[in-house]
């Protein structure tokens, strides 16, 4: 329930204040090892799943109408030839990125958070008027990962019951500071830059429900929106300043006065809370992912019999199944990618029918299958009053049982693979490189230049001029 407005006073500074302050102070050597290292995992990541995303659907798409409207050439759109004003270019890439859905989450905030951060932040290198060092570029990375997983964290009402996407909605605000950090704004310029992406901050959880395409758009927009955030601040155009906690700030408004004043502003600079950022085994929604290896875990039973299977249930929590557990006779057979992405039951039958899941499960053709969507329609998302209970606000955990004749096979995982706890290895990462590489159409062979290419990043000393030769490299 809203607060009456009346009852809001300024006690405290503005979050944007406060964050606006510690951005422009953070250096560099302010960066733990842990979150240096956490940043670049992050770039590393975002970079790649970027790669998969060139000829999605809705990429391509969204391409040409760029180029339709044309523009002065600022900024790359990556793995491409092309170049566009810099908030476009920023949009583009954002897309790309988010597109496959195997880009990182925060389990805690269940958000991602790299897909609009780096966007921003490579395009605003782009325009900077002066080179941008690798170690410039990293803090400015930091900085706004920072800020979208602290206000996620901080943020007590779910996804479902806000009706906001939090990689979306909070994508304004992390890829703002970003933006500014790169082209060296005050706090003051930051704190504008803030209020003006507020004005422009949305982020709808309807277009999950649908399946539309745009979900995979709306962080793009947010990457966007920071270029055209930072460049009117540099022009000195006010924007609003409350931002946060403001009586129509976004906890007001958006968050309906479940954003925690004190998680915003616990251990500012001495915890990092986008260290805690997972990275995805599997291109499709986080919320599937516990289920995947629970089924995974099941295939290797004793007295496992994929042919003799007759039911299969997938106990969940309640912010999981409004996710990817209903309307069931669509998780059960999607009508299009974006639906397969988001559904428990077709992910289960890709898991339990072939050992795997991946970026060829997820094509106009692949989710068509009869194989699969047989068993998918065995599947049956149950939410858990007990997984509710403790897990509610979480990424669900999974209890997955099968049915397979009289005997009743069961396994419940409640971290998924890939979080802080239970990271992927190296050779796994390396391993997700080459399918990005291969699903996008480029030579897998050349994920060790691109490997090579994004560890030298941090010692650049023209951030933007070596991602673009890395875009080059990739393309071959």
Not at 55 to 76: D, F, K, L, Y
Not at 365 to 384: S, Y
Request: charged content about 20%; some cysteine; aromatic content about 6%.
């Amino acid at each position: 329930m809203h607060r009456d407005v009346s009852e809001y006073t300024a006690t405290l500074p503005d979050f944007a204040q406060v964050y606006s302050a510690f951005s422009e102070a953070l250096r560099f050597e302010d960066l733990p090892a842990e979150a240096l290292a956490a940043a670049r995992l992050n770039v590393a990541d975002t970079l790649a799943c970027s790669i998969a995303g060139v000829q999605t659907p809705g990429s391509a798409e969204m391409r040409e109408i760029v180029a339709e409207w044309g523009g002065t050439g600022q900024a790359q759109v990556l793995w491409s030839d092309m170049r566009v004003p810099a908030p476009q270019a920023a949009w583009l890439n954002g897309i790309m990125a988010h597109a496959c859905d195997y880009d990182d989450t925060h389990d805690k905030a269940i958000l991602h958070a790299g897909i609009s951060v780096l966007p921003a932040a490579i395009a605003a290198a782009e325009i900077a008027g002066r080179p941008v060092s690798g170690r410039e570029f990293y803090t400015a990375v930091a900085a706004g990962l920072e800020l979208m997983c602290r206000i996620g964290v901080a943020t007590n009402i779910g996804l479902i019951q806000a009706g906001y996407i939090y990689s979306a909605l909070l994508s304004y605000f992390g890829a703002t500071v970003a933006a500014a950090k790169v082209l060296g704004l005050n706090a003051a310029d930051t704190q504008n830059a803030l209020g003006i992406a507020f004005t422009q901050a949305s982020g709808t959880h309807q277009v999950t429900r649908d399946g539309a395409l745009t979900k995979r758009m709306q962080p793009g927009f947010g990457a966007r929106a920071a270029l055209v955030a930072v460049t009117m601040a540099r022009k000195n155009i006010r924007g609003a300043q409350g931002v946060f906690e403001g009586i129509d700030g976004l906890n007001r408004i958006y968050l309906q006065d479940e954003l925690d004043s004190d998680i915003l502003r616990a251990g500012l600079g001495e915890t990092w809370h986008y260290v805690d950022l997972s990275y995805k085994p599997y291109p499709c929604c986080r919320m599937n992912h516990t289920a995947i290896d629970a089924a995974l875990a099941l295939r290797e039973k004793p007295g496992f019999d994929l042919n003799a299977i007759t039911a299969v249930t997938a106990n969940i929590n309640s912010q999981g199944n409004q996710a990817v557990g209903t309307p069931l006779d669509i998780r059960r057979a999607p009508g299009n990618v974006v639906q397969a992405q988001f559904s428990i039951c077709y992910t289960i039958a890709c898991a339990l029918v072939q050992g795997r899941v991946g970026l060829s499960d997820f094509t106009p053709e692949a989710i068509t299958r009869p194989e699969i969507l047989a068993v998918a329609a065995k599947v049956t998302p149950v939410v858990d009053a007990e997984l509710e209970r403790s897990m509610g606000r979480n990424v669900t955990p999974a209890r997955v049982e099968i049915e397979i004749g009289d005997k009743r096979l069961s396994e419940q995982v409640l971290e998924a693979k890939g979080n802080f706890k239970t990271p992927m290895t190296e050779a796994e990462n390396r391993r997700k490189l080459e399918d990005c590489l291969t699903f996008g159409g480029f030579d897998p062979a050349r994920a060790d230049a691109f490997q090579k290419g994004v560890a030298g990043l941090q010692d650049s000393a023209d951030v933007a001029a070596d991602i673009r030769a890395l875009s080059e490299t990739v393309r071959g």
